[in-house]
């Protein structure tokens, strides 16, 4: 059977469908593509989970305690900084930060040196951090 309209001649219509079918079909992939970029791009990086504990939210404690003496250049004998992002993720997966910290009040190596131990609930944020995977932010 022909497809034929009341006002347009056959050929016409043919041509209508083989011009915006196509477009159609390239607007609508385009539009896919948008999408999945923009999720890409904002999925990985934003933490939208307010559960979640990150760098930020633990970031004082080495900033107001221990960069007393692990700053950068690092003062009183402290062998490294916990300065960065860096710093700190690589004294948790290399250099026992969580058990440096977590020993008893007056226990030998127990950070910060020469004490008092970190209140238990600032040691819960940081071991909470290390379990949900070290987040920048
Ligand atoms: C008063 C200075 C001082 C403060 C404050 C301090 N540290 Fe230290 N830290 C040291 C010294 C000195 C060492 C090296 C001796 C040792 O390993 O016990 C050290 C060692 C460490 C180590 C072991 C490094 C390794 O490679 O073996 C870690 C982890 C650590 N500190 C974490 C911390 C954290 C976390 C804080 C803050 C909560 C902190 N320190 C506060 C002086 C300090």
New binding site residues.
Partial sequence: MRWTHKYLEPDQVLFMKNFFLPIFFVGALFMGCTANTYDDITGPIENTDPEEVTFQDVNF??QN??Q???SNPTQ?????P?VTFDNVVD?VQN???ID??SRNEGAP?L????GPR?PQATIDLIVQWNEDGLLEE
Avoid: E, K, Q, S
Wanted: glycine share 16%.
């Fill in positions: 404690v080495f305690v221990c007393a003496c692990h009183n004998g402290a062998p490294m916990l004294a250099r026992g930060l440096r910290i190596g950070m910060p040196l020469g970190l």
